[in-house]
């Protein structure tokens, strides 16, 4: 019954490769995101979508391109991998609120460790 | 922009209570939340304050001082299973419904 789930749970591959992490959410959520929380335990958000509209895309290189064929998945494709790319990639979702104030609980897979050697 | 700071690491030992603070600059405010996230888990939500004041939930709670940029975390009677990371967080402003976070607290409990 997980919520928000993620493939691979590990990935390790070499610089200059292509690879694909996969998320679904199964909570009704209109709004998935891409954070990236690097060795420092720092997180940042890369990507939203709204019902498979892209809503933030943060200054992320764009070899990272989202994909969201409907609202319960999104797809993140890396191109071109770097060293710098390695990272925990989380996916998350929650409803979508349009304006004003209010709790906005997201809800995290258990991420990807991606490590480029 | 926004940023929000944290404390990098506390350590308490079992029984005690912690204070986690978090201070933050926004353009527009909509709530502070908390999340914990335990070493190679995703982080989950704990608790969220849009007004000033204490809330609580269990043996945590949250308080807020929006005049002064200020929230805290506080866990009390702290057990083992409490040592984790912990984030505050901001939501983006208007329709954005991205967070914002802080720089996390990694806090340790000691037997």
């Known amino acids: 019954d997980t919520a928000v789930s993620q493939t691979p749970k590990y990935l390790v591959t070499q610089m200059g490769n292509d690879k694909s992490i996969k998320c679904e959410q199964n909570?009704?959520?209109?709004?998935m995101y891409w954070y990236k929380q690097d060795s420092k335990k720092f997180l940042k958000i890369m990507f939203s979508?709204?019902?498979?509209?892209?809503?933030i895309n943060e200054t992320v290189p764009n070899r990272f391109s989202p994909k969201s064929p409907d609202k319960a998945h999104l797809n993140l494709h890396i191109n071109s991998l770097e060293l710098g790319d390695s990272a925990v990639y989380f996916c998350a979702s929650s409803p979508f609120r349009t304006s004003g104030r209010g709790l906005n609980t997201q809800y995290f897979g258990p991420g990807t460790r991606l490590t480029v050697l | 922009g926004q940023s929000l700071e944290q404390p990098s690491e506390v350590t308490a030992v079992e029984g005690a209570i912690v204070q986690i603070n978090c201070t933050y600059q926004t353009s527009g405010f909509y709530g502070l939340s908390w999340y914990q996230q335990h070493d190679g888990g995703a982080p989950t939500f704990l608790s969220y304050?849009?007004?000033?004041g204490l809330e609580e939930t269990g043996r945590f709670s949250s308080f807020l001082s929006r005049s002064d940029s200020y929230g805290y975390l506080l866990l009390q009677e702290l057990q083992m299973k409490d040592s984790a990371s912990y984030f505050c967080?901001?939501?983006?402003?208007?329709?954005?419904?991205?967070?914002?976070f802080g720089t996390g607290t990694l806090l340790a409990v000691q037997p």
């Open positions: 979508y709204n019902n498979k509209e892209l809503i």
């Open positions: 304050n849009a007004l000033d």
């Open positions: 909570l009704g959520h209109d709004t």
């Open positions: 967080a901001v939501r983006g402003g208007g329709a954005t419904n991205k967070l914002i």
